[in-house]
Each structure stands twice: as C-alpha cells, then as structure tokens.
Nanobody, 123 residues
Framework: QVQLVEYGGGLVQTGGSLRLSCTAS????????VAWFRQAPGKERELVAG????????DYADSVKGRFTISRDNTKNTVYLEMNSLKPEDTAVYLC????????????????WGQGTQVTVSS
C-alpha cells in the first residue's frame, strides 16, 4: 500500500474545467499504475481514467474520452486528471487508486486508495 492524497475538486458550471491531483508518498512511484475512479450516490464505482507504471498504457471510460486527460509527473509523485467540458453527469466523488505496474478496471485489484474529492457540475 501507498499513501494517496487527492486535491482539486469543487463546484463548476456545465462546460467548465477542473484539474485533480493525486500525490503519493512512495519511493518507487514510477512503477505504480494509478487510476481515477468516481462514484455517485446509488451508482457503482467506475473507472474514469488510468495510467500504467512507466506510462506503458492509458485507459479511459468511453463517457470521458476526448474530454478528460490523465498525466503523471514522477518528479512530484503526482498523477493529474484534467477534466474539460464538464457535464452534470460527471458529478461524483472522485477517488485515486494505485497498484504496482498495470492498472485495471476492477476496484478490488487496487490496494491503495485516497479519501476522495467531490466534483459537482451545475447547470
């Protein structure tokens, strides 16, 4: 397990943008796959975007392709999620998760989780 801290959630209007950050305290951070999940009330937790360790691959949910971008800065032990053209249906708690090497879409495959940050998109 690694310690993860999210930052950057907030309230925005439809069409606006937010940038989320997930920072880890881990010496081997470049080897960790990091993913953003989101969960709205009454809905399943779902993968939004993920990046493999050593940037071997990237995965996005179909609903956010073309609008969201995941990136990482290993010098800062941080993964970012840039969210553009936000819609009300993007409203959810966004959570950062990590596991060694490759990301998956299964929540149970991740052994490290942040506490989440709220994103609310209003009309």
């Amino acid at each position: 397990q690694v310690q993860l801290v999210e930052y950057g959630g907030g309230l925005v209007q439809t069409g606006g943008s937010l940038r989320l950050s997930c920072t880890a305290s881990e010496r081997s951070f470049p080897a960790y796959g990091v993913a953003w999940f989101r969960q709205a009330p009454g809905k399943e937790r779902e993968l939004v975007a993920g990046v493999d360790g050593f940037h071997a691959g990237i995965d996005y949910a179909d609903s956010v392709k073309g609008r969201f971008t995941i990136s990482r800065d290993n010098t800062k032990n941080t993964v970012y999620l840039e969210m553009n053209s936000l819609k009300p249906e993007d409203t959810a708690v966004y959570l950062c998760a990590a596991r060694l090497w490759g990301i998956t879409r299964r929540t149970g495959d991740f052994d490290s989780w942040g506490q989440g940050t709220q994103v609310t998109v209003s009309s």
